[in-house]
């Protein structure tokens, strides 16, 4: 029995580690990102109304969405030694901010093409930066919800109210990602930069989704057991 034990501890930490590199490579990956689009940002000015979406929309989705995921996972090295309690407090905050940004971002482009007398949400770019802010709405409010499970487990298992959870964040997290890249053009970028961002963000995405998909994989086989 021992030997098995030390190897599967050997396996788990092998594991643990790897994930811990990735996290890292990913937080650098994000920094840039962010980093990036700023400098780009403050490059056209922030005199012009119009940076203002560019720039709030970036570091909604980019860097607070992007962290509020990853407060919660295991491997996280900022928060992996805080306890479960102040993993929520981080994960809201983080959100909020960058509910708030992403919104006020939106609102900026919206007021503009009224300004101008143009149509809004037309473009791909413009569409599913909408559904993606229909799916934070839904994920802050299953996310209210999942603060008060307790109260409310006679009408629905917490269990079902954490599982849309975090599937409407994924949802709304992947599609504004999408939504970003989709204006990344030759007409703001050279083509080698564009590629590049792309590049980061796709990778950025998949690893930062990575603690949140588990979590799922192990409240679904909690489901099939419990169902």
């Not at 109304?49 to 570091?59: A, D, G, M, P």
């Not at 509910?99 to 482009?109: L, P, S």
């Amino acid at each position: 029995m021992d030997p098995i034990d030390t190897k599967e501890q050997r396996r788990e930490k092998f594991v643990y580690h790897l994930e811990t590199c990735f996290n890292t490579i990913n937080h650098m990956l994000i920094g840039y990102v962010t980093f990036y689009l700023s400098y780009y940002s403050y490059t056209r000015g922030f005199g012009r109304l119009f940076t203002w979406h560019i720039f709030l929309c970036s570091i909604g989705y980019q860097f607070f969405m992007a962290e509020s995921l990853l407060t919660l996972y295991s491997a996280n090295s900022w928060t992996n030694r805080y306890s479960a309690t102040t993993k929520r407090h981080l994960h809201w905050v983080l959100q909020a901010a960058g509910c708030a940004a992403i919104f006020v971002g939106i609102v900026i482009e919206i007021y503009l093409k009224e300004d101008a007398g143009r149509r809004h949400f037309r473009s791909d770019h413009a569409i599913t930066g909408l559904v993606s802010l229909i799916f934070i709405g839904l994920s802050i409010l299953n996310g209210i919800a999942a603060m008060y499970t307790v109260k409310i487990k006679h009408i629905i298992k917490p269990l079902y109210v954490k599982m849309f959870h975090y599937l409407t964040g994924i949802v709304a997290f992947v599609i504004g990602i999408t939504s970003l890249a989709l204006e990344y053009s030759p007409r703001m970028i050279s083509v080698e930069h564009k590629r590049m961002l792309i590049a980061f963000t796709t990778i950025t995405t998949a690893l930062t989704l990575v603690g949140v998909c588990k979590t799922m994989f192990n409240q679904f086989r909690n489901l099939c057991k419990s169902g």
